[in-house]
């Protein structure tokens, strides 16, 4: 766990500083690695989704040791075990996903926590100096570390206020996809009205003095989220960045395609542009 990271991070939270990061969710602890290096202030590894196995997830935590960049690792579900195994292995904090009420949130939260605040167990693994530090990182964790819901059933919604009035908990993420799932919408980022319910839940949180993030949908979706209040702003996943670049090109090229459900790609949407004719060019002018 990287405290001073962590303390920066808060710094810049407070401030009312919007802080930048990317969702992981391919294997390569290269892409964290270079997130790292253009100083992004978080990053989150998705255990949640997808095939990113310990081993991997380890990999991406130990390309951002001695960075000022925070690594939280998104769980599958609301779990002793996998909140015990993400911290023990360095992680600076959790992502919980489908919390709904109180006693969930106070639950996830004693997950994280040490004795007596909570039930965490104490092992001497990466968090610990491998045992060699285990008295200054018990003295420190509790404080420190990250517990971050993530917003995303209606039901979530109605409850933001009891949630936010739990102690220890900072930052709430809200998932659109999931929201507007839960609203009658699957499938649409947000659904009809859902954008709306979502900024007055941002609002809540604020009002409440916590902070509030977003994963955004393009470059300018991000300067929109920040103008709207929201502080912890997403700028894409690996994936997302990846295939957005490169669409970009073959769409200049007309051969953006998208891509089906069974892999293959659809019908080329534009032909390309062929050069023009020998013909049709101007001859140079002369001196």
Not at 159 to 167: E, G, K, M, P, S
Not at 263 to 284: D, G, H, R, Y
Request: aromatic content about 6%; charged content about 20%.
């Amino acid at each position: 766990m990287k405290f001073a990271a962590l303390q920066k991070l808060r710094q810049k939270l407070a401030a009312d500083q919007p802080v930048y990061g990317i969702w992981i969710t391919l294997e390569s602890p290269s892409i964290s690695e270079m997130a790292v290096a253009l100083g992004l202030d978080w990053l989150v590894i998705d255990a949640e989704h997808g095939h990113l196995d310990w081993k991997e997830i380890l990999e991406h935590i130990r390309a951002a040791v001695r960075s000022d960049t925070v690594m939280l690792v998104r769980i599958s579900e609301s779990n002793i075990g996998l909140v015990k195994r993400a911290l023990d292995i360095g992680a600076d904090g959790i992502v919980i996903p489908w919390i709904e009420s109180v006693s969930q949130l106070q639950q996830a939260l004693s997950y994280a926590l040490y004795p007596p605040q909570g039930v965490r167990g104490i092992g001497g693994e990466r968090a610990t100096g491998w045992g060699q530090c285990l008295l200054d990182h018990t003295r420190q964790a509790n404080e420190h570390v990250l517990v971050v819901p993530i917003v995303e059933t209606v039901t979530t919604g109605r409850n933001i206020r009891d949630l936010c009035a739990v102690d220890g908990i900072e930052l709430f993420f809200i998932g659109p996809a999931d929201y507007s799932s839960t609203a009658g919408y699957r499938g649409q980022w947000e659904g009809p009205g859902v954008a709306a319910e979502l900024l007055t839940i941002k609002d809540a949180i604020r009002n409440c003095r916590k902070h509030c993030g977003i994963l955004a949908t393009s470059p300018e979706n991000a300067v929109e989220r920040r103008e709207q209040g929201f502080r912890a702003i997403g700028l894409g996943s690996d994936a997302g960045l990846f295939l957005r670049g490169l669409r970009a090109f073959l769409g200049v090229v007309g051969q953006d395609r998208r891509i089906l459900p069974d892999f293959t790609p659809a019908p080329t949407a534009l032909p390309v542009t062929p050069p023009p004719a020998t013909s049709e060019i101007s001859p140079p002018r002369s001196a």
